[in-house]
């Protein structure tokens, strides 16, 4: 549009020339070695205009003729490319779907058209890697190392191919150098937090996170949940020799996640040494009612040294009162009224849990309640040590496949943090189930190797069978508190039950 009206007005402005021009004649001459030459206005600008057009044209050929080689040269730059960038689109279509040649291919031709650049460098060092030419990858990640604006990138295809060998130490140094140089990089500062946390720096691995939290890499909450497994980490090392040190960090854990059972033990577990009892209290009720968890009504029931056992059950039904009456606290009642020898009171509290499918921890209860009252050897005790090695699992902590009977601050397997939560494992062996019946109600007494002969709880222990995953390691689950092993180890030969089965059914049985 104002192209159109620049054109009309321009063509105005040339016609009112021409008219005025028209209205106001007159002679031009010119007078050159001798010669006159005159002629009117309109001819000698017409003439005027005729040399400028001729000139301009002489111009652009003179001017068209020096250039070509320049010309040429040019497009041929660009002819190559447009190819190379060809090559560049198909080798990273060709890495994509997983065409090993067609990425080499088209890598060395992008190379060989495009030189040098920060993509041809990550299309050849990702086609040696599809080819599983990994000595050619990390001579391509160093090229791009060298090169101050591809250095991130090539200290992340090095870091890669560090992993890939299991070199940890250079590894560690790539992502370190990463994180220098680009302090925002996401990968690069995880990478430092797992070295740290494997190491145990937890200082600086704390460090680590609140840097994350400054930069924006990680939400507040997450920040915060971190920083308090960490300080969680360091109160456990340093409580059996530096306990103050531990309980100054196991509080402020406890005042960035009060949910965090593991520094909420710490916590009222120095305090209560401390004798600050009222404190340790206020921290183990919170942590309770977010998670019932065996230690922590441990740590409530001794919160104070010479309490009787009357005490300590007082304090168990406080425990139940907050969470609900939660199956764990039926169990550190019942823990505390067997201690009390109120066995009606014990069993009363466990008869919703015993109704309902027993777990492994139930049923030890049961058997060590039926023992402290009849004595270890009673063939009600032994039942249900019986049922206990085919009951359900209960809870443990669990990370990754692993389950353990401590909390780490870590994953054993990735080395993530915070990994472990308390909960049920899958049920990866079960028992047979058409062997419930035939199982006699006291175990066969003359078969040493399916009962464990060493007194303590290695009966109680075993939940259930250590599952044979590759990888999936079996620790236990609950807190084992047994009286000694029940006495069918040494009965005698002639037991009613002794020629009921053989060793060998009954080991099946109990594996």
Not at 152 to 168: Q, Y
């Amino acid at each position: 549009m104002w192209r159109a009206l620049v054109f009309l007005a321009l063509l105005a402005v040339a016609a009112y020339g021409a008219v005025w021009i028209a209205d106001h004649p007159g002679t031009v001459t010119v007078v050159w070695n001798g010669y006159e030459i005159g002629t009117s206005l309109a001819i000698a600008l017409t003439g005027v205009l005729v040399a400028a057009i001729i000139l301009g044209l002489i111009w652009a050929i003179v001017t068209g003729v020096i250039g070509l080689p320049a010309s040429i040269s040019r497009s041929t730059r660009e002819r190559r490319r447009n190819k190379g960038l060809a090559s560049l689109s198909r080798g990273m279509i060709a890495v994509g779907s997983g065409d090993p040649l067609a990425a080499r291919r088209h890598a060395g031709d992008a190379e060989r058209l495009l030189g040098s650049q920060p993509l041809t460098l990550l299309l050849k060092a990702q086609a040696a890697q599809i080819s599983g030419d990994r000595d050619a990858a990390e001579q391509a990640f160093k090229r791009m190392a060298d090169d101050p604006e591809t250095r991130v990138l090539g200290l992340r295809g090095l870091f890669v191919e560090a992993r890939r060998r299991e070199d940890e130490g250079a590894a560690r140094a790539y992502a370190a150098e990463a994180a220098r140089l680009a302090p925002s990089v996401t990968w690069a500062n995880e990478a430092v937090l797992e070295a740290q946390c494997a190491d145990g720096e937890w200082s600086a691995a704390t460090e680590t996170v609140e840097r994350r939290a400054a930069l924006g890499l990680m939400d507040k909450h997450a920040a915060r949940r971190q920083r308090a497994v960490l300080l969680t980490a360091a109160a456990q090392r340093h409580e059996a020799g530096e306990p103050e040190t531990a309980t100054e960090q196991a509080l402020k854990a406890v005042k960035l996640a009060p949910d965090l059972v593991p520094a909420a033990v710490i916590a009222g577990r120095l305090l209560a040494r401390r004798n600050d009892l009222r404190k340790a209290a206020k921290i183990i009720e919170a942590a309770w009612k977010a998670t019932p968890h065996p230690e922590l009504g441990k740590v409530y029931l001794n919160l104070r040294t010479g309490d009787s056992a009357r005490d300590r059950l007082a304090r168990a039904e406080t425990l139940a009162k907050l969470s609900s009456w939660d199956p764990e606290s039926r169990l550190v009642i019942a823990q505390a009224a067997s201690e009390a020898k109120d066995f009606a009171r014990a069993r009363e509290v466990l008869a919703p849990l015993v109704d309902d499918r027993p777990t492994a921890r139930v049923c030890r209860m049961m058997a060590r309640i039926e023992a402290a009252e009849h004595g270890a050897d009673s063939g009600r005790s032994r039942e249900w040590l019986a049922r206990a090695a085919r009951a359900p699992r209960d809870p443990a902590w669990v990370a990754d496949g692993v389950v353990s009977e401590r909390w780490a601050p870590v994953s054993p397997v990735t080395g993530r943090l915070d990994a472990f939560v308390w909960k049920t494992p899958p049920e990866i062996l079960a028992g047979p189930e058409d062997d419930d019946a035939s199982v006699p109600a006291s175990p066969e007494p003359t078969a040493p190797a399916a009962i464990p002969a060493s007194p303590g709880p290695a009966p109680i222990t075993t939940d259930s069978p250590a599952p044979s995953t590759p990888g999936f390691l079996q620790t236990g689950a609950g807190t084992p508190s047994t009286p000694p092993s029940p006495a069918p180890v040494n009965a005698p030969a002639g037991s009613p039950t002794a020629t009921q089965t053989t060793a060998a059914d009954r080991a099946r049985r109990i594996a």
